[in-house]
């Protein structure tokens, strides 16, 4: 049965570790073990049956620790069911419209061939960590864009997926 679930993210402030940890915790609901690590932090992926990896968006490009995580371990993840999301976009566009991955989150989903991708509204909120980003805040195009109701539909959707993989096994 594909029962452990690694979900990995790269974040600054924290926004993609929310969404994260909401994909996880609709996972567990599912009868799926899963757990939410930072991408930086994880050494190893062979004892997960799947992998689910994330990453906020900044200027164009994928966060740098999940962009190491699936160079670093893209051979093991390769041989296993994989997801991949994006958060992003400071405006509700995530939740009215597909929004194809960045450049090179395109190529990682080619590469390792993953059965989806994903973009969610990003967050970004008073207190945020660098120039750009409290500049962002400061001149009111900051907020939180994340819609959970899309977060844990695509995740129970994800469970769904696993439960019948493991039918078939």
Not at 42 to 68: C, K, N, Q
Request: include cysteine.
């Amino acid at each position: 049965m594909l029962s452990n679930v690694l979900v990995a993210y790269g974040t600054t402030n924290g926004s993609t570790a929310r969404i994260a940890e909401t994909i996880a915790e609709v996972l567990r609901k599912k009868g799926v073990s899963a757990e939410a690590v930072p991408a930086r932090s994880v050494t190893d992926v062979e004892s997960y049956d799947a992998v689910v990896v994330g990453g906020g968006l900044y200027a164009g490009r994928w966060h740098r620790d999940a962009r190491r995580f699936v160079r670093r371990h893209g051979r093991a993840l390769a041989g296993r069911p994989l997801w991949f999301f994006s958060s992003g976009p400071l405006d509700p566009s995530a939740s009215e419209r597909d929004i194809p991955p960045v450049p090179g989150v395109s190529r990682a989903v080619a590469r390792l061939d993953v059965d989806e991708h994903i973009t969610f509204g990003g967050c970004l909120d008073e207190g945020a960590k660098g120039f750009i980003a409290r500049k962002i805040v400061s001149s009111g195009r900051g907020g939180d864009f994340r819609d959970f109701a899309q977060i844990e539909a695509w995740a129970a959707r994800i469970g769904t997926e696993l439960a019948a993989e493991s039918q078939r096994s």
